[in-house]
């Protein structure tokens, strides 16, 4: 399971090193995707497959399910680490996510996540603001709170 907040910069090529808590867990293929919220989703081999799978079953008849399938696989690319724990990130990641130098990366259970520093702490501050209430409509999913 991926967890933690990290701070990293990418350099004047595009490149990022993955924190070493996630190198391990990711082995050496991922797939990284355009996310939900302006970041990207970095996920390893077996869960992007899970991801794979769950999307063929959506109806290709509904719009939406196009939609949402054309977005999370027209946007994915395959990396690799290479030795020094590094990521050369594409150029059209790069530009969806709007990250320039300073990045987080996120664990989110299944998956990484992947900010622009500056998106993040938006994100994070108007989060902040409504984890309670954000907690009482979770109520409903069982969650043990």
């Not at 993955?18 to 082995?27: E, T, V």
């Not at 939609?67 to 150029?91: N, P, T």
């Not at 990366?105 to 984890?131: D, H, L, M, P």
Request: net charge negative.
């Amino acid at each position: 399971m991926f967890t933690g907040e990290y701070q990293h910069t990418i350099d004047e090529k595009g490149r990022f090193c993955m924190p070493a808590k996630f190198r391990g867990m990711l082995g050496d293929w991922l797939m990284i995707t355009k996310g939900l919220d302006g970041c990207l989703f970095v996920y390893t081999r077996e869960e992007w497959t899970v991801l794979e799978e769950k999307l063929k079953k959506l109806p290709f008849t509904n719009s939406n399910a196009r939609a949402f399938a054309r977005f999370m696989f027209g946007g994915a690319v395959e990396y690799e680490i290479d030795k020094q724990g590094r990521i050369l990130l594409s150029g059209h990641l790069r530009e969806y996510a709007g990250v320039n130098k300073e990045i987080v990366i996120v664990g989110v259970g299944t998956r990484i996540e992947i900010w622009s520093k500056e998106k993040w702490e938006t994100y994070s501050q108007k989060a902040e603001e409504s984890y309670e209430e954000l907690a009482e409509k979770m109520v409903d999913l069982d969650l043990g709170f």
